[in-house]
């Protein structure tokens, strides 16, 4: 008898909901009414605490241009950065988790549309921001179907910053050469995981590089969505998070095993490591493939690095046509201290300018869908197409298909397993715990 699932009730119909995008690439004519600051916050000089991950690197740039905005839009109101680094918000979710507990909310923060930001909305702890909606004009600016993500009980509780991708394979061009591996990313596209999992072998065996590289627990629950989704395809994962998808089935089993075999490919030190070393070791040429979201294209940017000369960026193998989408969305906390300061932030995360700014330097795309995006990098236009035109997902890693509750027991399997303190058996046992009533 199939369980009921425990992410169901939760999620109920968001992972299979399709985006109905407009066109990305009119003009930036349509600015929000207040491209210089509402003033609303001008009487008195206030501040903005914003807590977020995005503390190193490229996530750091895009950040940066954001508050560059920022400090345009509103001169007033200083920015204080509360950002806690560490990728996928893995050392920041439990701080923000214990300030929320104390009553210490910061002025905004980061949550994932989908069940994570449900979550903080079931407790409590973010505020209705649907009137900010109509005084800066965001109703119509975002696609339907990502606002009915942000919506409960006819209720908007954030505003969304941008839309990233969750299935993509990165891969070192002159290592793939060595390893006498196609060097085209449309080569790529009509892989299944079986093919993929022989050209690993091949890279091991004609190169000794690592091929496939990959970081710490959160990064590894990645690269297991990325093969649910292409092992059952995409009705067959979103059936996981609403329940007509048995996680004790066999063909949930046949998709760990091809978990197993990926990680048997990858370098030793995974646990320990976040998502920019193992990218940086496809850079270098150590490592063949990495899956990762493409924050990390704007990493190969900021390092000069060339698409499809020195770096390729196909869907993961098997997941062609699948969008696995995240989106970063940005909430008013019960209790904000400043929530003048939280306006104003907010006004700048749904500007035109501020969508601009931001997803040009960290990777992903706009969550409106007026920004011009003429001069987005050439991977960000293929995000952008296949966005509007294939079958959306949910990020599993990254909140947007189970509660945190949820994904923390995942977690935990998966961490076992890298360590080898379980077998496909047992940790298939352990998903099927973490997502059952
Ligand atoms: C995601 C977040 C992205 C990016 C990534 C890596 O959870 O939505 O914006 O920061 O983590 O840290």
New binding site residues.
């Given amino acids: 008898m199939r369980t009921v699932n425990k992410v169901t009730a939760a999620v109920a119909g968001v992972a299979a909901l399709v985006f109905s995008l407009g066109a990305c690439s009119s003009s930036d004519d349509n600015t929000t009414p207040a491209a210089s600051g509402t003033g609303s916050e001008s009487a008195a000089a206030t501040e903005a605490e914003v807590f977020t ?2 503390a190193d690197g490229s ?1 750091k740039a895009g950040l940066d241009a954001l508050v560059a905005v920022f400090d345009t839009q509103h001169p007033n109101v200083k920015f204080v950065n509360a950002a806690v680094s560490g ?3 893995s050392n920041a979710k439990p701080v923000l988790a214990s300030r929320l507990a104390s009553n210490d909310p910061p002025d905004s923060f ?1 949550a ?1 549309a989908g069940a994570e930001l449900t979550d903080y909305i079931n407790a409590g702890q973010v505020q209705d921001v649907s009137n900010l909606y109509d005084e800066f004009g965001l109703n119509d600016a975002f696609p339907a179907d990502l606002i009915s993500r942000l919506t409960v009980d006819g209720k908007i509780y954030s505003i969304p910053s ?1 839309i ?1 991708r969750a299935n993509v394979t990165w891969a070192n061009v002159a290592l793939l050469k060595e390893a006498g591996l196609p060097t085209d990313a449309a080569a790529y596209e009509s892989y299944t995981t079986d093919q993929w999992i022989t050209a690993l072998q091949q890279v091991k065996d004609k190169t000794g590089k690592t091929p496939l590289s990959v970081g710490g627990p959160w990064t590894q629950v990645q690269l297991l969505e990325n093969v649910l989704i292409a092992d059952l395809g995409a009705d067959g994962y979103n059936g996981l998070w609403d329940g007509s998808t048995d996680w004790a089935g066999s063909d949930v089993t046949a998709a760990l095993k091809n978990y197993e075999k990926l990680l048997s490919f990858t370098n030793e030190d995974r646990d320990g490591l976040d ?1 920019a070393e193992p990218i940086a070791s496809v850079e270098s040429g150590d490592a063949a493939f990495n899956v990762m ?1 493409d ?1 990390a294209e704007a990493q190969f940017e900021a390092d000069g690095k060339v698409l499809n000369t020195d770096y390729l960026a196909f869907p993961t193998p098997g997941t062609n046509g699948v969008f696995d989408f ?1 989106a ?1 969305s940005f909430t008013l906390p019960v209790g904000a201290p400043h929530p003048d300061g939280a306006k104003a932030w907010l006004e700048t995360i749904g500007s035109v300018d501020g969508q601009k700014a931001f997803n040009k330097a ?1 990777g ?1 795309i706009p969550a409106r869908t007026d920004v011009d995006t003429s001069d987005f990098s050439e991977y960000q236009q293929t995000a952008i197409k296949s966005f509007a035109n294939d079958t959306i997902v949910s990020s599993l ?3 947007a298909a189970a509660p945190a509750a949820v994904l923390s027991d995942i977690t935990d399997a998966i961490s076992k397993f890298s360590a080898g303190s379980s077998s496909v058996e047992e940790l298939q046992a352990a998903l099927v715990t973490a997502t059952k009533g």
């Fill in positions: 991950w995005w996530e990728g996928g918000g980061q994932h941008n990233h998502w979201g924050w995240l970063d960290k992903s890693a990254h909140g």
